[in-house]
C-alpha cells in the first residue's frame, strides 16, 4: 500500500507561481499529477517515470509546468508558472504500482493522493 500526500496549494493571482508538492509513503514508480475542476472530470496533468528519464504534459501547461522527481526523499514535485483562471481545480499526485510509461490515462495509476486546491483569481 502506497500513501500519497499533496501540498502546497493556494490562492495565487493570475500570472504567478506555485509548486505542489507529493510525499510517499512506500515505493513508487511512474509519478503524475492530474486534476479536476469544478464540474468536469479529472483531467491529466504531467507525469515522469520513475528514473526521471521521460516526462510528458498534457498541452494545456506544456512550457509553463515542469515535473520533477526526488527519489531519495519519495517525491515529486510539479513547479507551476505563469498561472491562468483555467488552472484553478483540485490537483492530485498519483503513482503506478509497477514500472510503467509517463502515461497519461488515469487507469494506469494504482494510488492517489487526497488532492490539494489550486485557486487562481484576483
Known amino acids: 500500500q502506497v500513501q500519497l500526500v499533496e501540498s502546497g496549494g493556494g490562492l495565487v493571482q493570475p500570472g504567478g507561481s506555485l509548486r505542489l508538492s507529493c510525499s510517499a509513503s512506500?515505493?513508487?514508480?511512474?509519478m503524475g499529477w492530474s486534476r479536476q475542476a469544478p464540474g468536469k472530470d479529472r483531467a491529466f496533468v504531467a507525469a515522469?517515470?520513475?528514473?526521471?528519464?521521460?516526462?510528458n504534459y498534457a498541452d494545456s501547461v506544456k512550457g509553463r509546468f515542469t515535473i520533477s522527481k526526488n527519489n531519495a526523499r519519495n517525491t515529486v514535485s510539479l513547479q507551476m508558472d505563469n498561472l491562468k483562471p483555467e488552472d484553478t481545480a483540485i490537483y492530485y499526485c498519483?503513482?503506478?504500482?509497477?514500472?510503467?510509461?509517463?502515461?497519461?490515462?488515469?487507469?494506469?495509476?494504482?494510488?492517489w493522493g487526497r488532492g490539494t486546491q489550486v485557486t487562481v483569481s484576483t
Open positions: 515522469i517515470t520513475r528514473a526521471a528519464t521521460n516526462t
Open positions: 512506500g515505493r513508487t514508480f511512474t
Open positions: 498519483a503513482t503506478t504500482a509497477d514500472w510503467a510509461t509517463a502515461s497519461s490515462a488515469s487507469s494506469d495509476y494504482t494510488y
